[in-house]
């Protein structure tokens, strides 16, 4: 599981972490540690929860999730995450996507931390 205390090595060991579950098929684990990663200051595992929500890899596609994650990656000059986060309030914006989709924006993201 992913460590609880806070230090550079801790962060990127959690995110390390994380992405042992992701390639074993456990997003759950994998999400608890990209987030505790991510609160934490890690681009990396920002990016990566912003493409979990905007393809909805794990339940309903969230633009608001992805949004706000790709946003923290893109304050700290993560050029992929300023890609993304431009793609995300396209989809966002456009009404056809959404009535196609079916996208509520719900979170899945609270029930994991």
């Keep these: 599981m992913c460590n609880k205390q806070t230090s550079q090595s801790l962060v990127n060991d959690n995110f390390a972490t994380g992405i042992k579950f992701y390639e074993n098929g456990d ?5 608890r540690c990209f987030k505790q990663s991510a609160n934490e200051g890690n681009v990396l595992a920002q990016y990566n929860l912003g493409l979990i929500a905007e393809y909805g890899f794990i339940g309903p596609v969230s633009f608001k999730e992805a949004a706000k994650w790709y ?5 700290r000059n993560f050029s992929d995450a300023k890609t993304s986060l431009q793609r995300v309030i396209k989809k966002k914006k456009s009404t056809i996507y959404n009535l196609i989709s079916g996208n509520t924006d719900d979170s899945i993201f ?3 931390y």
Excluded: K
């Design 27 to 31: 997003m759950l684990n994998a999400i």
């Design 110 to 112: 609270d029930n994991f």
């Design 71 to 75: 946003t923290m990656a893109s304050t």
